[in-house]
Structures are given as structure tokens and as C-alpha cells.
């Protein structure tokens, strides 16, 4: 009886590695961007029900989509500039490195649905704009309003506070102290802007997503709102490969989330999939990652999860007030549920 409790003892030493511990490799395993539970225990589902990788992407961000996560993946949130709430989303297939993509996506709800048809009905990577709502609806997909009570309280609130914070800089009118329409100065004297990123963890504007199959299958994608108040046409790093997510079979897959237009500046994704493929630890890679990032924008919002194909996992987040710990989910056959991670920022 002894020796099985120690052998009990031992098995759960083995299962449950302490929080930021380098993880205990399995197959498969699913790990997403932030406390998005739902979509962790979708992903899951589908996979432990026989679906593909792809479709376990597609319906985890797809749930996110449906929940509205946090207001910043799905209708309903993070309207721009002149109030319309539009949708941002990727997906990945690591095996034939195909990409299927959405940007300034208007009047669809399930942006990541839209992006697998591109990858599987078209020899295209990116479709933008109202054209890809047409190919949208020509899909199937219902063309419906994106705006909710929530997303215009959340404009006309910022209208109110003469249209603070936004994406402009050396215009006239000063668009720190008023709403535009803005145009060039005559005579431009450029100031250094404050590189604050005014994206704040309640505006955390991405679920990305990693899966590797029981075979060692990659698939990632992601899906968003875009930043709030952005200026109309704005596409941040969610839907660019390599950027917001990236996935290589040959690797393993990473998924980004923060300040696009910092981070997509640096395909964060694409970077620490190469650092795993030399054989650099899961987290150590996400780390060096934020450290590149860091060298240029020290006071980015971002953060990064990597995973390789043995299943091994890891994250990392650049530390700034307000946002010192970046909580994610991982499933795998190690824990019995879906679970919530936290690393402390660097």
C-alpha cells in the first residue's frame, strides 16, 4: 500500500508542474492567450471528439468570437473611430505552412470561420475590407451588424472626452486635446510621441491560439476586434502571419497578443517559432522575443506563447505598470482540465 502511494505521489509530481516551471511535455496540447476558459474547453472538445487541429482552432477562437471575451475578440466591442466595430482573424496549418486570413472584416460575426474559407476555398492568404464580407456571404456567412448598445455607449463616451485616447500625431487639430476631422500641419514640426502604449490590460485585444495534435500536427490562429478607437482601415499584427500567430509542424507554434502595432513590427510569432526550431526552450524563446521587442519599445503592452512539438510550453510578457503577470490556458492530457498558467512579466 506504501508503494503506491508513493507511487501516486510521484505521478502527480510528474502531472502538475508548479506555475512558470519549464512544463512536462504531452501530446496533444492546446494553449491560448489569457484567461479565456470557454475557448480552452472548446478547443479541447474537439480535438478529444476526433476533430483536426485546424477545426479545434477554429472553433476555441471561434468561441471567443461568441462570448465576446473580454469585449476585444467579436462584435460588439472595440468600435474605431467613427464607431463600427470591425473583426481581425488568422488561422495556420503547420503542416502545408497555408494561411488563411480576414483584416477590416465589416458585418460578419465569426471572423476565424471566414479565414479558414480563404484558407480552404481560396488560393489567397489575406482578404480585407467589404470585399471580404462579400466573399464572406458568398461563403454562407449571415452579413449582420456588429454594433451593440455596449459598443456605442463605449463611442459616444469617447466622443464626450473629446476623443481621448487616439491613434493620431502631428496633426492639426492637437489630437490630444480635441476630436479631428485632423489634416497635416502646414508646417510639420514633428515631437517625440510618448510611446506608452495607451492599450491597457482591459484592452488586451487578441485570443491567439496554439494546438499540437497527438502527431505532432501545428495549427494557430487568432482573432480580434483591433484596438479600440482605432482610426477606420487600422489592421493590427492579429491577422498577419508570423505576427499575431505562426505555426511550422517542423517546430512548433506561437501566438501574440498586446500592442499590435508595436508588436507586428517585429513578427514576434515567426521569431520564436525559429528559436524553437534551433532547440530553444519553449518560455526562453517567448522570452527573448519580448526582450527584442524591448530594446526599441520599452514600454510595450504585449505578450507571447510558445509551444513546441513535443508539447512543451511557455510564455512571456514585458512588465509595465499595470500589467506584471499574464495569465493563459494549456490543456493537455497532463491536467485534467483546462488550466489557467501565470508567468511574471520580464
Request: proline share 5%.
Amino acid at each position: 500500500a506504501a508503494w503506491a502511494v508513493v507511487v501516486v505521489v510521484l505521478f502527480l509530481l510528474v502531472a502538475l508542474p508548479p506555475p512558470g516551471a519549464a512544463s512536462v511535455a504531452a501530446l496533444p496540447v492546446v494553449i491560448n492567450t489569457w484567461a479565456f476558459r470557454t475557448a480552452a474547453e472548446t478547443a479541447w472538445r474537439v480535438l478529444q471528439s476526433g476533430g483536426s487541429e485546424l477545426d479545434a482552432v477554429e472553433r476555441g477562437c471561434g468561441q471567443c468570437e461568441i462570448d465576446q471575451c473580454d469585449g476585444s475578440v467579436g462584435y460588439g466591442g472595440s468600435p474605431d473611430e467613427s464607431g463600427e466595430t470591425t473583426l481581425d482573424a488568422m488561422i495556420m496549418d503547420g503542416n502545408t505552412m497555408e494561411v488563411g486570413a480576414v483584416a477590416d472584416l465589416r458585418h460578419v460575426k465569426n471572423a476565424i470561420g471566414v479565414a479558414r474559407k480563404v484558407l480552404e476555398y481560396t488560393k489567397h492568404t489575406l482578404l480585407v475590407g467589404e470585399s471580404a464580407s462579400l466573399f464572406a456571404v458568398r461563403m454562407g456567412f449571415p452579413y449582420e451588424d456588429l454594433t451593440t448598445q455596449k459598443s456605442l455607449s463605449l463611442y459616444s463616451e469617447w466622443l464626450n472626452q473629446s476623443c481621448q485616447p487616439n491613434y493620431w500625431k502631428n496633426v492639426v487639430p492637437d489630437s490630444s486635446k480635441s476630436c479631428g476631422p485632423y489634416k497635416r500641419p502646414g508646417r510639420v514640426t514633428y515631437k517625440e510621441e510618448q510611446t506608452i502604449s495607451q492599450r491597457s490590460v482591459q484592452n488586451h485585444d487578441t485570443i491567439g491560439m496554439v494546438i499540437i495534435g497527438v502527431s505532432g500536427t501545428v495549427a494557430s490562429g487568432t482573432s480580434t476586434n483591433g484596438a479600440v478607437h482605432k482610426i477606420p482601415g487600422r489592421v493590427g499584427d492579429s491577422p498577419i502571419a508570423g505576427a499575431g500567430s505562426y505555426a511550422d509542424s517542423t517546430a512548433g507554434g506561437a501566438a501574440a497578443t498586446g500592442d499590435g502595432d508595436i508588436m507586428m513590427r517585429f513578427l514576434p510569432s515567426y521569431q520564436a517559432v525559429e528559436y524553437m526550431r534551433m532547440g530553444t526552450d519553449p518560455t526562453v524563446a517567448c522570452q527573448k522575443v519580448i526582450s527584442r521587442i524591448q530594446k526599441y519599445a520599452p514600454k510595450f503592452f504585449g505578450a507571447i506563447i510558445c509551444a513546441n512539438t513535443t508539447g512543451s510550453y511557455g510564455a512571456a510578457c514585458n512588465k509595465i505598470p499595470g500589467f506584471t503577470q499574464f495569465h493563459y490556458m494549456v490543456s493537455s492530457p497532463l491536467l485534467s482540465q483546462p488550466t489557467e498558467q501565470v508567468v511574471d512579466c520580464i
